[in-house]
């Protein structure tokens, strides 16, 4: 998926909206209730899944749009899989590093609609924005602009030397692509820009106009710049958060997809609302292209459940979003064994954190939270109220024993939800207290959770 991203994730001028307190920035209502989404798929196909040994940068050997022949295509039971794993929203990518791309554009040939699938009729992304407002999924598209081996453009969206197009070409393409996909498809709930965003100035196509006349309310990630909504990359693929993982910061960095980067915490006194998004595969990163392509013969590489739980906790439960990739096969399908391992995965989140104990919300430094009766306890989940941004800068968990409070955890950011893991205790109580702030803390949830 990354594998070629050498990231342009550049100076991100997020959102600004005016707070209550002074010095307290906080989110636009779409990156909010992007806030509220918490949990998303990702899905890949494209000519690897039918001709595994390509490579995109071996630049004109790119295999014919023929290739792609999807013989049981089903979006809707993509959309049933991504439902089986509780996830509210889902983005295809609607043309990878190839240049193949799954609508007939009129950009150029190396589209679907010179494919067997559908006699040449079909329109991949069409199917699958509908059927995700058919399964009440909000859909979003993967409109990469920096790779296109067809077009012999490599990170950061640059024509290579002896290319069949100028950069020129390559940037009216752009532009006519993405008016394509932000206008005949509707409103789209995220944007996903892998690699981030050629600048204008350094040569690279219009984009950032294009994005604000088209498709202004989407959220995007690694965006252009001035965009209002925007969200940043975590630096791994591996299903772990920074920690902390603040939503405010001043400026990401440069990065390649393969390469783990370090840093990407954001920052408490940052002036920008731009939260993280954390990508990661439902197979092996050993697993072919990464885990984000299917291979046959790779089913059985796919995380276990435990392992996986422990990547929500260290997305989800770090205050970002949880993007996670899933293969569709040479038929068009999700994989059985995937369709069964998003299934667990959604149970076990369900099961683990669907019905916390008890819940205690307000304002203030300290929020006691009494139970019914002593209960063994070993997991809270803490919330702001991201209408008030983020004010909580430092905090300690104590939960009340025979032997009077003690201390159970601390840590530093909250923001929208943040998972507090614990020794096992017979509690009584359990008890918030911030202790540094930038503002008074507005708390929305402190729940508390029986050990399993």
């Given at each position: 998926?990354?594998?070629?991203?050498?990231?342009a994730l550049s100076l991100t001028l997020c959102a600004m909206a005016s707070a209550a307190a002074p010095d307290v920035v906080v989110p636009t209502p779409e990156q909010r209730a992007w806030a509220e989404a918490e949990i998303g798929v990702l899905f890949h196909f494209d000519m690897p899944v039918f001709r595994p040994d390509y490579n995109w940068r071996a630049w004109g050997s790119h295999p014919s749009a023929e290739a792609f022949n999807p013989t049981a295509l089903d979006v809707d039971q993509w959309l049933r899989a991504a439902k089986g794993l509780g996830a509210t929203y889902a983005v295809l990518v609607a043309k990878h590093c190839s240049g193949f791309s799954l609508w007939p554009t009129k950009a150029h040939a190396y589209n679907i609609a010179n494919s067997p699938y559908k006699g040449g009729k079909g329109d991949l992304v069409r199917e699958?924005?509908?059927?995700?407002?058919?399964?009440?999924?909000?859909?979003?598209?993967?409109?990469?602009?920096?790779?296109?081996?067809?077009?012999?453009?490599?990170?950061?969206?640059?024509?290579?030397?002896?290319?069949?197009?100028?950069?020129?070409?390559?940037?009216?393409?752009?532009?006519?692509?993405?008016?394509?996909?932000?206008?005949?498809?509707?409103?789209?709930?995220?944007?996903?820009?892998?690699?981030?965003?050629?600048?204008?100035?350094?040569?690279?196509?219009?984009?950032?106009?294009?994005?604000?006349?088209?498709?202004?309310?989407?959220?995007?990630?690694?965006?252009?710049?001035?965009?209002?909504?925007?969200?940043?990359?975590?630096?791994?693929?591996?299903?772990?958060?920074?920690?902390?993982?603040?939503?405010?910061?001043?400026?990401?960095?440069?990065?390649?997809?393969?390469?783990?980067?370090?840093?990407?915490?954001?920052?408490?006194?940052?002036?920008?609302?731009?939260?993280?998004?954390?990508?990661?595969?439902?197979?092996?990163?050993?697993?072919?292209?990464?885990?984000?392509?299917?291979?046959?013969?790779?089913?059985?590489?796919?995380?276990?459940?435990?392992?996986?739980?422990?990547?929500?906790?260290?997305?989800?439960?770090?205050?970002?979003?949880?993007?996670?990739?899933?293969?569709?096969?040479?038929?068009?399908?999700?994989?059985?064994?995937?369709?069964?391992?998003?299934?667990?995965?959604?149970?076990?989140?369900?099961?683990?954190?669907?019905?916390?104990?008890?819940?205690?919300?307000?304002?203030?430094?300290?929020?006691?939270?009494?139970?019914?009766?002593?209960?063994?306890?070993?997991?809270?989940?803490?919330?702001?109220?991201?209408?008030?941004?983020?004010?909580?800068?430092?905090?300690?968990?104590?939960?009340?024993?025979?032997?009077?409070?003690?201390?159970?955890?601390?840590?530093?950011?909250?923001?929208?939800?943040?998972?507090?893991?614990?020794?096992?205790?017979?509690?009584?109580?359990?008890?918030?207290?911030?202790?540094?702030?930038?503002?008074?803390?507005?708390?929305?949830?402190?729940?508390?959770?029986?050990?399993?």
């Amino acid at each position: 998926m990354r594998l070629t991203a050498f990231a342009a994730l550049s100076l991100t001028l997020c959102a600004m909206a005016s707070a209550a307190a002074p010095d307290v920035v906080v989110p636009t209502p779409e990156q909010r209730a992007w806030a509220e989404a918490e949990i998303g798929v990702l899905f890949h196909f494209d000519m690897p899944v039918f001709r595994p040994d390509y490579n995109w940068r071996a630049w004109g050997s790119h295999p014919s749009a023929e290739a792609f022949n999807p013989t049981a295509l089903d979006v809707d039971q993509w959309l049933r899989a991504a439902k089986g794993l509780g996830a509210t929203y889902a983005v295809l990518v609607a043309k990878h590093c190839s240049g193949f791309s799954l609508w007939p554009t009129k950009a150029h040939a190396y589209n679907i609609a010179n494919s067997p699938y559908k006699g040449g009729k079909g329109d991949l992304v069409r199917e699958f924005v509908e059927a995700c407002r058919r399964h009440g999924l909000k859909p979003g598209l993967y409109a990469s602009t920096t790779a296109n081996g067809y077009l012999w453009a490599d990170n950061p969206g640059r024509v290579r030397p002896g290319g069949p197009i100028t950069q020129a070409q390559y940037n009216t393409i752009v532009e006519t692509q993405l008016r394509e996909l932000w206008t005949n498809y509707g409103p789209l709930f995220e944007i996903w820009f892998d690699g981030g965003v050629l600048a204008r100035e350094r040569g690279g196509a219009n984009v950032a106009a294009l994005l604000r006349e088209l498709q202004p309310q989407a959220v995007a990630f690694q965006g252009p710049p001035d965009h209002p909504h925007l969200v940043r990359w975590v630096g791994n693929e591996t299903g772990t958060a920074p920690d902390p993982c603040w939503a405010t910061c001043a400026e990401t960095t440069q990065a390649d997809g393969t390469r783990v980067i370090e840093g990407l915490h954001g920052a408490p006194d940052a002036p920008r609302w731009c939260p993280g998004e954390a990508d990661f595969t439902l197979r092996h990163n050993t697993s072919f292209q990464g885990g984000w392509f299917w291979r046959k013969g790779q089913d059985d590489r796919l995380f276990d459940v435990p392992q996986l739980m422990r990547k929500y906790e260290e997305t989800v439960g770090r205050n970002t979003n949880m993007l996670l990739g899933v293969v569709i096969d040479d038929r068009g399908l999700v994989p059985e064994a995937d369709v069964r391992r998003l299934a667990e995965f959604g149970a076990a989140i369900r099961a683990r954190f669907g019905s916390p104990l008890k819940i205690a919300s307000g304002a203030g430094t300290t929020l006691e939270l009494r139970l019914d009766a002593p209960a063994v306890l070993d997991r809270a989940i803490l919330q702001e109220d991201l209408a008030h941004g983020e004010r909580v800068l430092a905090y300690e968990l104590e939960g009340l024993t025979d032997g009077g409070w003690e201390p159970l955890a601390k840590g530093t950011n909250i923001g929208h939800k943040r998972i507090v893991s614990f020794a096992p205790r017979t509690l009584s109580a359990v008890r918030l207290r911030v202790t540094r702030a930038k503002a008074e803390p507005r708390i929305r949830a402190l729940a508390v959770f029986v050990k399993q």
